[in-house]
């Protein structure tokens, strides 16, 4: 039957998708476009599987009706939460129906009886948050926590590193609501059920079987958890479900248990020759009781130095692999004694008590981003497949051991981490996808691979699931008979094999539909295979739909601002993906679904840093444009907002800006104007400089003072340069302050960045080697190069080393360009003005936050003695986004989330700081506030 399911002609499932609509009497929540589809083809996994129709049930009554029609009609439904499956236990051909969009809702906190009800969309921090006042917590946490939904994690057994002290997703099930593959709908929980009379007939009948292969040890999640069906452990079908991928039932809602909240926790960093001899050690790290033991490879480490600086990862004990260990209590006294004997008692060669939580936070962060890092850590690049195995925690020294061996005997190499306190291992492994015979070897590893973690009494999956990637292989951890008794379940809860088909019962083989080799391999039409590689960087894990602005973070705002798929870092990569691929996005560069997905991208650059995998959907943007528009007309935008340096410098050298002005401001012209540049009628533009350009201004400033003291060149930036306002007197009075002796650089140099946005890389490269021709120069004298406007500064740190590659002067101009903070951060002997009793509520652009980096400047605002916001998010503006047509609503939803709110907290009375122009236009816009810059902000308290 499963083969019959799987093989259903593309013809016939449309077919049975019309046949859907007539039974639902409605589409409304039925997407069959291109776009959708290639958006929910994969998840997290290297698996790609393309639905025939996405569903996006806005209640629960529709989840129900969409369901049941599905069934009605025969069409294979496959659940999906936040697509963060490493497994492929996320993508079906026929419906995939998400839940994370809608059906979100926590619907009811019982604090005394320590429970929860919720839809199965909601996301696991959105549920530890609802329920923190009350001093609980939802056991269970894994490292995608910030976006991975209930529904999901029960669906999988998920686990996490608090697994070890919580318990699984199961252990924290009390009842699920459900539709069972036979249209059963059903609240099921602990207790014989008279529902499944045939269920309670067919534990019986295999009692002894299921108690000697089922549940041996925590982590044993592979295959159909039966050890929940036992009388001994309740008949609970609802822990029985949780862990069966959605192949037994869909769930509607579930009641989960909640835990109280250590009220002191305290982390320890033990350091130890091999990652081997860390995972040998954990027997004895056990005895403590922890709540958390997580290992960690040094290679983690030094990417994410390498990546984001040395400062990025706080200081650990010596060693090249480490455990984190988690202990909590109600004693902090007691809590330390126990922690400080644990460093003296293990086997490690050093180990530290992590007492500072920021700290603390830091490691834990690094560890939960593990799953990103480690597809980018190795000469190749690295996939999930053999991905969660797991063993008893007294077998994990000896597992990784043979592990390393046979990693090295199928001369391959992957970056192992985990929860060690569970036995569970994390390795992503550089299978060869792009070579010939590269799917038989992943298939040959992976079969080895299974036979070694059998051998070892252990799971091929300790909490992912099996999915598409280990079903195949559940033969060599189960007898025959059990495997057996697998499918007749499967038949008694889905006979017609409509759910997640495929999947541990009659599975599709691990070496089919690999989503990397399809892609790496086909013929394209796109002669670089660089750039290729880049997109497949994304590996799903979905960081991108989390909301980590609170914590400073940039990434995804248009995905914050519409709760689209499309509008996320992940679905952009995604599609990308298609366009490569070719089979399902045929257009290459100019196809339709590719501009609809890239249309709201910012050009933010947050997932440049953020992502763990590194993707820069900012410079894949610019080369999909580029590449679209190579021999066509662009839009008129790109003329107008793309050569705004030109124009702006034109109209200074002219002193014509109050001709400038006349067509942008004035009412009847300016429509003209706004509809000619592509500019959306309700974004008020910039007026232009009167007079001569601000650095003229400037630099008679700096002429009339005659500063004495260390020499210091300003770059002008092209906005600050041709537009009302002079931002640069405020950072030329700053600079003499702190003893310097400035001057401008008064040449045209600049950095092309509205060429790059727009895609224009021919003329960013010719701007760029005209900006070195006069910058290099002084860079090479030893001058430092000071620069207000951040997104102008971090070209020559991002863009222009890949723009110009091979040019050397690139490297020596980035090292010499420094932002102001930077710059007085270094000198000795300054002193900020005294701030004390302020406000001050800093946007930093999103260029800085991304590339520069803002710990500079948050150290130079909190010597002030200020009270310092610091916002997360992007301003919404982000260059010619916010101004181009179509983008306004967006730009303005953006804004919302972070920045606005801030600013009607604060009062009027409070400072607002934004050295980037468009984050300055963006809140004189909707706020009708004058933001200052850093420069300004010191001068004005001299």
Known sequence: MSA???????????????????????????????????????????????????????????????????LAVGLPITGRGAGTSCAGNAVGNGIVVDMRRHLNKILSIDPDARTATVQPGVVQDVLQQAVRPFGLRFGPDPSTSSRCTIGGMIGNNACGPRALGYGRSADNTISLDVITGAGQELRVGPGESNDFPRL???????????????????????????????????????????????????MTQATVRLVADAPHKIMVALGYPTMVDAGADTPKILEFKPTAVEGMDSRLADLVATRLGPSAVPPLPRGEGWAFVEMVGDDPAELADKAQRLTRESDCLEGWVIDDPAQAQRLWGIRSDAAGLAGVALKNPAYAGWEDSAVPPAQLGSYLADFEKLLEEHNLHGLPYGHFGDGCLHCRIDFPFDQPGGTDRYHDFMIAAGKLVASHGGSMSGEHGDGR???????????????????????????????????????????????????????????????????????????????????????????????????????????????????????GWRAPEVAEALDFCLACKGCRRECPTGIDMAAYKSRVLYEKFKHHLRPMSHYAMGHLPTWGRLVTKLHVGALGNLFTQTPGLRHVVRAMAGVDQ???????????????????????????????????????????????????????????????????????????????????????RKALDVLYPIAKAGTPIVGMEPSCMAVWRSDAGELL???????????????????????????????????IVAQPHCHQSSVLGWAADQKLLERTGAKVVT???????????????????????????????????AGPDAILLADGFSCRKQINDLRQRQALTLGELIAAHL
């Open 4 to 70: 019959s399911v799987q093989s259903i002609p593309v013809n016939e499932l449309s077919d049975r998708v019309d046949a859907l609509r007539r039974e639902l009497g409605s589409d409304d929540c039925l997407d069959t476009s291109t776009l959708t589809r290639a958006l929910y083809s994969t998840d997290a996994s290297v698996y790609r599987v393309v639905p025939t129709v996405v569903a996006t049930p806005a209640d629960t009554d529709q989840l129900r009706h969409v369901v049941q029609a599905a």
């Open 200 to 250: 309670n007939e067919i534990v019986e009948s295999n009692l002894g079987m299921i108690r000697t292969e089922c549940g041996r040890f925590t982590r044993q999640v592979s295959g159909y958890s039966m050890e929940h069906l036992l009388p001994e452990n309740g008949r609970d079908v609802a822990r029985f479900l949780s862990g069966t991928e959605g192949t037994l039932a869909i």
């Open 469 to 587: 990637a280990r079903s195949e292989l559940l033969p060599l951890m189960y007898s025959g008979d059990m495997i057996k008794l697998f499918g007749q379940v499967k038949n008694l809860f889905d006979p017609k094999n409509l759910l997640n088909p495929g999947v541990i019962v009659d599975p599709r083989p691990t070496d089919v539909d690999v989503r990397v080799a399809e892609t790496i391999n086909a013929p394209l039409r796109l002669s670089d295979p660089l750039f290729t590689r880049h997109v497949h960087q994304c590996t799903g894990v979905g960081k991108c739909l989390a909301n980590s602005t609170k914590a400073g973070g940039v990434m995804c705002p248009s995905y914050q601002a519409t709760g689209n798929e499309r509008d996320s870092t992940r679905g952009r990569s995604h599609v990308l993906q298609e366009m490569i691929n070719g089979r399902l996005i045929t257009g």
């Open 682 to 768: 309700r974004r008020p533009m910039p007026k232009f400089r009167k007079g001569a350009s601000a650095r003229k201004d400037a630099a008679r400033e700096i002429a009339r003072r005659e500063p004495q003291g260390k020499p210091v060149a300003i770059w002008a930036d092209s906005f600050s340069d041709a537009f009302e306002g002079n931002q640069l007197l405020g950072l030329v009075a700053t600079l003499i302050s702190a003893g310097y002796a400035p001057r401008m650089i008064e040449q045209d140099a600049c950095c092309g960045l509205t060429w790059i946005t727009t895609g224009q890389l021919d003329g960013a490269k010719a701007h760029l």
């Open 805 to 839: 590659e091979g040019d050397e002067r690139v490297a020596e101009v980035a090292h010499a360009t420094h932002t102001l903070a930077e710059l007085l951060g270094k000198t000795e002997g300054w002193n900020p003005p005294d701030l004390s009793g302020h406000t």
């Open 871 to 905: 916002l997360g998010g992007c301003c919404g503006l982000a260059g010619n986004f916010g101004v181009e047509k179509g983008h306004y609503e967006v730009s303005i939803k953006v804004a919302e989330h972070d920045l606005l709110p801030a600013i009607d907290a």
